[in-house]
C-alpha cells in the first residue's frame, strides 16, 4: 500500500503558485520522495525527488520538513497546461516499484 | 533525459485476438521494466515486473498465461495480451528503471487497447 497520503483535488489560478501537499510519515530514513504527474491519457511524467533537502529543477520545487514527514511540490507559475494528477510516492513496492496512490487533482483555471 | 517509448499507442481489436505492446528504453538500458494497468478514473496498478533474461514477476491476480512478458534485451520488454476479451479493455503503461543510486523510474505514453 501507498505510504503517502495527499488531497484529492485543488484549484489554482492560472499565474500563480501551485503548493500540492503530501504526508509521507511512515516512510523511512533513506527513502526518497518521488513526484510525478499524469496529464489525462498519457503516462506519468517525472517531476522531481528528494531526500531531506530542498531541490529545485526547470519544473518545480520540491520543500521536506525536517522531520522528513511532509513535503509540498510547488509550481511557481501555474499554466493551464499544469492541470493534471500529480502523485507523490516512494519506491515502496515489493518489486522495487513505485506504489501509486490516488494523488491530487490540479485544476488550473483562467 | 530518460525516455522510454512505447507502440502501439491505441489499439482496437476484435474479442479473441492477441495483442502485442513494446516498450523501449531509448538511451539507457533497463534490466527491470514494470508494466502497470490503468482503468478509467482510478490510479495505476503493478501488473507485473519484467527481468531481463529472467522470468516476469507478476502480481497477485494477474493471469500469467493471459499476460505473457518478454523481456529479451536490456533495452526492450513486450507485453502480449493473448485471447483478449472486452473486460481487457484498458490504458496499459510500462516503466524502466535505469536506477543508478535513486534516479527516477520513467514511463511510456501508454497504450490504450480497446477490444470489441
Known amino acids: 500500500d501507498a505510504k503517502t497520503t495527499q488531497p484529492t483535488s485543488m484549484d489554482c489560478a492560472e499565474g500563480r503558485a501551485a503548493n500540492l501537499p503530501c504526508n509521507h510519515s511512515?516512510?523511512?530514513?533513506?527513502?526518497?520522495v518521488y513526484w510525478y504527474r499524469q496529464i489525462h491519457s498519457q503516462g506519468p511524467q517525472y517531476i522531481i525527488h528528494?531526500?531531506?533537502n530542498n531541490e529545485t529543477n526547470e519544473m518545480a520545487s520540491l520543500i521536506i520538513t525536517e522531520d522528513r514527514k511532509s513535503s509540498t511540490l510547488i509550481l511557481p507559475h501555474a499554466t493551464l497546461r499544469d492541470t493534471a494528477v500529480y502523485y507523490c510516492m516512494n519506491y515502496g513496492g515489493s518489486q522495487g516499484n513505485l506504489i501509486f496512490g490516488k494523488g491530487t487533482k490540479l485544476s488550473v483555471k483562467p | 533525459g530518460a525516455v522510454v517509448s512505447q507502440h502501439p499507442s491505441w489499439v482496437i481489436c476484435k474479442s479473441g485476438t492477441s495483442v502485442k505492446i513494446e516498450c523501449r528504453s531509448l538511451d539507457f538500458q533497463a534490466t527491470t521494466m514494470f508494466w502497470y494497468r490503468q482503468f478509467p478514473k482510478q490510479s495505476l496498478m503493478l501488473m507485473a515486473t519484467s527481468n531481463e533474461g529472467s522470468k516476469a514477476t507478476y502480481e497477485q491476480g494477474v493471469e500469467k498465461d493471459k499476460f505473457l512478458i518478454n523481456h529479451a534485451s536490456l533495452t526492450l520488454s513486450t507485453l502480449t495480451v493473448t485471447s483478449a476479451h472486452p473486460e481487457d479493455s484498458s490504458f496499459y503503461i510500462c516503466?524502466?528503471?535505469?536506477?543508478?543510486?535513486?534516479?527516477?523510474?520513467?514511463f511510456g505514453d501508454g497504450t490504450r487497447l480497446s477490444i470489441l
Open positions: 528528494g531526500l531531506k
Open positions: 511512515t516512510i523511512s530514513g533513506n527513502e526518497y
Open positions: 516503466s524502466a528503471n535505469a536506477r543508478a543510486g535513486n534516479q527516477p523510474q520513467h
